[in-house]
């Protein structure tokens, strides 16, 4: 008997040492351990953490373009393809103003930024100043965004590919050449605990655990504001659906360790569209609704510019009234489409929208730089889970979910 026990015990532990979670998570345990008691060798890891993420970013195109294509072209009837993008945009604005809206709702309640202000780490924000929003063009960002340029190029492509005569016999070739892409994809991805762990040791390395604590009541605020939306709004539309919220997010806990170790949602990209199709959504849908999703489904990325606005006027006293909290509503529901696709561009948004509104002073960006990254993570986490979400609930209104 005690031998069986200990064999079991024994398959156990060998079933979670050969899991490539097991060693993101142990990556990120070692990196909190180097930065928070060697810091200075902490900081010299943060290329390990870029890099992955650099390597990851190079399959984001490639990836992209292949599913829309293969997406669009293998659904053979276009006007199903336009309802599909229809619906997904028009579930993306509401979802995403839902976050907008609570973001607010809870900064106003919890007043986060009525902190003591002794102890906060200002670092310069010159390179966010007003002359940063004033020369914000659409079509410099657009330029600047790789990922929209690609959906709208795999758009048109696989418009023209439903049309041609030579459809499926170009559509076998791309299926293989994305074989090979996320065949090359697999191999990189046994890196992920050296990104995770170069990524983790910077953060805690260079911005350190007590000099965070000013800021404790916002980034609480952010992570509960995250944990409502996920497990109440995101898990009613679920349930609605008849699915569960945490069944989901036991499927794609590898996926979510990934980007909490990397602070990046792209990273996980490409694994999480072929976790959802083994879930039961059709290539189809998957491949329509996740990359969009990366450009306008940004749950996340929409609860923390909200904050970050009311956080910024509570530092500075400033009273805003309903109309000033509406039109801040409405300029954050333009400026934050996109806002994940270029790096540092969630700074270039806050920029935008504080000098629009001319009442909250464009220097309380310096406050947010030093915990930027670790609302990065909820941030990341919450767009990827937002993005699932999207696209479980398009397959399943569809009925493209176990087909």
């Given amino acids: 008997m005690q031998q069986k026990i200990s064999h ?24 909190i351990y180097l930065g928070n008691y060697y810091p200075a060798t902490a900081i010299k890891m943060e290329w390990l953490g870029k890099e992955f993420i650099e390597l990851i970013k190079l399959f984001i195109a490639p990836i992209i373009f292949l599913t829309i294509v293969l997406g669009i072209g293998s659904v053979g009837n276009l006007k199903k ?56 063009s659409w079509i410099q960002f657009f330029k600047a965004n790789t990922t929209l340029q690609v959906l709208i190029i795999a758009i048109v492509a696989g418009i023209a590919l439903s049309y041609s005569k030579r459809r499926l016999l170009i559509i076998n070739k791309l299926q293989i050449i994305s074989k090979y892409v996320f065949l090359l994809l697999k191999y990189v ?8 762990f170069g990524g983790m040791a910077y953060t805690i390395g260079k911005f350190g655990l007590k000099t965070l604590v000013p800021l404790a009541k916002l980034m609480g605020c952010i992570y509960l504001t995250m944990a409502i939306f996920i497990f109440i709004v995101l898990g009613l539309i679920m349930r609605y659906y008849k699915l569960n919220i945490f069944s989901y997010l036991n499927t794609i806990s590898e996926e979510l360790l990934l980007v909490l170790g990397t602070s990046s949602s792209e990273t996980a990209l490409p694994a999480m569209m072929q976790k959802l199709e083994k879930m039961g959504c059709s290539k189809s849908v998957v491949g329509l609704v996740i990359p969009t999703g990366y450009s306008f ?33 409405l300029i954050l529901m333009l400026t934050s489409k996109g806002a994940a696709g270029v790096t540092g561009s969630g700074f270039v948004v806050l920029a935008s929208t504080l000098t629009a509104l001319h009442t909250i002073p464009i220097e309380g960006l310096a406050f947010l730089l030093g915990i930027d990254k670790f609302m990065s993570e909820a941030r990341s986490i919450t767009n990827l889970i937002g993005n699932g979400v999207a696209t479980l609930v398009i397959a399943k209104s569809e009925k493209e979910f176990g087909v």
């Avoid at 079991?8 to 990196?31: E, R």
């Avoid at 103003?97 to 973001?103: E, R, V, Y």
């Avoid at 009273?319 to 909290?325: A, D, I, N, Q, W």
């Fill in 81 to 136: 393809a336009g309802r599909i993008g229809i619906k997904s945009l028009l579930y993306f604005e509401i979802v995403t103003t839902a976050a907008l809206a609570i973001g607010i709702i809870i900064a106003l309640m919890f007043e986060p930024g009525k902190i003591n202000k002794a102890g906060l780490v200002v670092q310069d924000a010159s390179k966010y100043t007003a002359a940063t929003a004033s020369h914000f």
């Fill in 297 to 329: 489904n940004l749950d996340g990325t929409s609860i923390y510019l909200s904050m970050a606005v009311i956080f910024i006027a509570q530092l500075y006293n400033v009273h805003l009234s309903v109309s000033e909290l509406l039109i801040i509503l």
């Fill in 8 to 31: 079991t015990k024994k398959n156990w532990w060998q079933q979670i040492v050969s899991h490539l979670t097991f060693y993101v998570l142990m990556a990120i345990i070692a990196g």
């Fill in 189 to 196: 991805m046994y890196l992920a605990p050296l990104g995770a």
